[in-house]
């Protein structure tokens, strides 16, 4: 049995904080709205130019820094985004060309908000067949470039930033004792697209098109679908829910964090929070989360981690691992 063992974790922020006070002079909203409806207090905006793949490169070299590796060993890199530099080539080879890794492949995979949870699944998969030794999984996002900016129910919630990690194989593993991504699942459902999408594309619109979310029917949905999704991953693995260390969750909003746990019996300190300083970074928002507990030396080897994410499409998804 080969498993997928984390090496490293990186992340990177745009330098700007705009804050709810600055977002209460451009829409009618305030501070205490937003804090008491989300958790957000502030989030980063990336720099005029700056790109998705500037901000992924800065977080994959931060990952390779800290598995102590050179481009070149990579043998793949899968990029989560749904706020690509362009609609072709994927921004995953912008960041191949960036760390100058000239061997391997790369590409993108799209599933939003739980993109870094699909990405990391896909890469463990190439690994665990044995296409791929060591691999790149990063989430990252420029949402401030598809919100409309004079939509409060939507603009108020999402930030940018990037988050990446480091994954090498590890031969002769068996046993759920054993370092490294235990098990995964992921969910789509194609049937709620009204509900949270993006009302431009090239073939659809030829236009980049801005974020529409109906947000009181996609809260409905996150919690029981996220703790379905953490049940099943748990399931046959031989840990239960009290065996988990720290839950490293998609940070869309406090209140579904919160939710999530409760339904759970799962203790909200053991939830990795970072929404209150980054809102939602999409499919950045678990690398993110996983790079500062990892950074802080909340997350120890060792220990079982669950990943969770959900987001458009609906997608929805779990990984659980041992540090
Ligand atoms: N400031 C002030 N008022 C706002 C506001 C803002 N930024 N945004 C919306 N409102 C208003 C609404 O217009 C509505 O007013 P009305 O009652 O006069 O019509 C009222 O607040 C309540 O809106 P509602 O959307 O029902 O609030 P809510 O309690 O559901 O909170 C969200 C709104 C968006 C914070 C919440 O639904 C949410 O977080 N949903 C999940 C979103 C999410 O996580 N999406 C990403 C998944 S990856």
């Known amino acids: 049995?080969?498993?997928?063992v984390f090496a490293g974790v990186g992340a990177y922020l745009p330098e700007r904080v705009m804050t709810n006070a600055e977002l209460a002079r451009m829409v009618d909203t305030s501070d205490e709205w937003i804090v008491e409806r989300s958790g957000i207090r502030e989030r980063r905006i990336a720099a005029a130019g700056e790109k998705t793949s500037d901000l992924a490169l800065k977080a994959a070299q931060a990952a390779l820094d800290q598995a102590g590796l050179e481009a070149d060993a990579l043998d793949l890199i899968v990029l989560a985004t749904a706020t690509p530099d362009e609609t072709f080539p994927a921004t995953a080879c912008a960041v191949q060309a960036g760390l100058g890794m000239s061997r391997g492949f790369a590409f993108d995979v799209q599933a939003v908000c739980s993109g870094f949870v699909f990405a990391l699944a896909t890469a463990d998969n190439f690994i665990k067949a044995g296409q791929a030794d060591t691999a790149l999984v990063i989430g990252a996002e420029t949402f401030s470039r598809i919100l409309d900016w004079k939509d409060r129910g939507t603009c108020v919630l999402f930030g940018d930033g990037a988050g990446a990690t480091v994954l090498r194989a590890q031969d002769g593993a068996g046993t759920a004792a054993d370092r490294g991504i235990l098990k995964t699942a992921l969910h789509s459902d194609g049937s709620k697209h009204d509900l949270l999408y993006v009302d431009g594309g090239p073939s659809a619109t030829g236009t980049v098109g801005q974020l529409r979310m109906q947000g009181r029917e996609v809260f409905k949905h996150a919690v029981g679908n996220l703790s379905a999704v953490v049940g099943e991953t748990l399931a046959g693995t031989g840990l239960g829910v009290q065996d988990i260390d720290w839950v490293v969750p998609h940070q869309a909003n406090l209140r579904i964090l919160d939710g999530t746990a409760r339904k759970l019996g799962l203790p909200r300190e053991k939830m990795?929070?970072?929404?209150?300083?980054?809102?939602?970074?999409?499919?950045?928002?678990v690398?993110?989360?996983?790079?500062?507990?990892?950074?802080?030396?909340?997350?120890?080897?060792?220990?079982?981690?669950?990943?969770?994410?959900?987001?458009?499409?609906?997608?929805?998804?779990a990984a659980l691992a041992r540090w």
Do not use: C, K, Y
């Open 1 to 4: 049995m080969r498993r997928s």
């Open 272 to 285: 990795v929070v970072t929404v209150d300083r980054h809102g939602n970074t999409s499919a950045a928002s």
């Open 287 to 317: 690398p993110l989360a996983l790079a500062e507990a990892v950074g802080d030396g909340r997350i120890q080897p060792g220990q079982v981690v669950m990943m969770e994410a959900m987001g458009g499409g609906f997608t929805w998804g």
